[in-house]
């Protein structure tokens, strides 16, 4: 178990109760050659690097997603998934979680409450 992997167990314990229902891990990426070049058939040559992301998350019954950030003294916010989702101007880092909820709705994929605590090395 990572570092980060158990600072989210502990984070998620401690503000949600319990333990997640799973853990994603995401690598951080960078671009030796090229920027923004990949989708105009340009030369890119992306790697994954050591930094990383993880989100800890569990099901809700609810239509509310709780996100925590832990890398920002365990910031909090949440919206519902049953009124319109607009930015956050107060917590302007839980917006690209709004965003990705509102484009699965916007799709017809089912998206229910969730608990969610985010964190990183990048």
Not at 5 to 16: D, I, K, N, P, T
Not at 42 to 58: C, Y
Not at 86 to 111: C, F, H, I, M, T
């Given at each position: 178990?990572?570092?980060?992997?158990?600072?989210?167990?502990?984070?998620?314990?401690?503000?949600?109760?319990?333990?997640?229902?799973?853990?994603?891990?995401?690598?951080?990426?960078?671009?030796?050659?090229?920027?923004?070049t990949d989708y105009n058939d340009g030369?890119?040559?992306?790697?994954?690097?050591?930094?990383?992301?993880?989100?800890?998350?569990?099901?809700?019954?609810?239509?509310?997603?709780?996100?925590?950030?832990?890398?920002?003294?365990?910031?909090?916010?949440?919206?519902?998934?049953?009124?319109?989702?607009?930015?956050?101007?107060?917590?302007?880092?839980?917006?690209?979680?709004?965003?990705?909820?509102?484009?699965?709705?916007?799709?017809?994929?089912?998206?229910?409450?969730?608990?969610?605590?985010?964190?990183?090395?990048?």
């Amino acid at each position: 178990m990572t570092d980060l992997q158990s600072r989210l167990l502990g984070v998620f314990a401690a503000r949600c109760g319990g333990v997640p229902d799973l853990i994603a891990r995401a690598p951080g990426r960078v671009n030796l050659i090229g920027e923004h070049t990949d989708y105009n058939d340009g030369f890119v040559l992306p790697m994954a690097i050591s930094g990383q992301t993880m989100v800890a998350a569990r099901a809700r019954a609810d239509m509310v997603i709780r996100i925590i950030a832990a890398d920002l003294q365990g910031a909090e916010c949440q919206f519902a998934l049953d009124t319109p989702i607009a930015p956050d101007p107060l917590n302007p880092w839980s917006n690209y979680v709004r965003g990705v909820a509102e484009s699965l709705l916007l799709e017809g994929v089912p998206v229910t409450g969730a608990d969610l605590v985010i964190g990183g090395t990048v």
